[in-house]
């Protein structure tokens, strides 16, 4: 079992940027591919960007693509969403997520741990 959570969101004006964290507690000797997802009020849980076990390998949803970064640190067993120029369309729950296997997904199916979720407000 993978324990994930989240911190770091919060109140932001548009044009703003913010980093979320995601740290991984219990069976983290096992490698993860990680991602982060999201879910709006009254909308789908949407992928927002997965990064690979090692963090050289990266992948971004297009409405994020530009803005947003993935990064990972195993050392501390966490990793990041440095988001810039945040629109206030990306106000959400930002869920972080772990998958078992070595190939990018977008599909929340995929993933076997979640966190709790994190608010992301973005005001305008």
């Known amino acids: 079992q993978v324990q994930l959570v989240e911190s770091g969101g919060g109140l932001v004006q548009a044009g703003g940027s913010l980093r979320l964290s995601c740290t991984a507690s219990?069976?983290?000797?096992?490698?993860?591919?990680m991602g982060w997802f999201r879910q709006a009020p009254g909308k789908e849980r949407e992928f927002v960007a997965w990064?690979?076990?090692?963090?050289?390998?990266?992948y971004y949803a297009d409405s994020v693509k530009g803005r947003f970064t993935i990064s990972r640190d195993n050392a501390k067993n966490t990793i990041y969403l440095q988001m810039n120029s945040l629109k206030p369309e990306d106000t959400a729950v930002y869920y972080c997520?772990?998958?078992?296997?070595?190939?990018?997904?977008?599909?929340?199916?995929?993933?076997?741990?979640w966190g709790q979720g994190t608010q992301l407000t973005v005001s305008s």
């Open positions: 219990g069976r983290t000797s096992r490698t993860y591919t």
């Open positions: 997520a772990a998958s078992r296997s070595p190939q990018m997904t977008i599909k929340a199916e995929e993933y076997a741990y």
């Open positions: 990064c690979s076990w090692a963090g050289g390998s990266t």
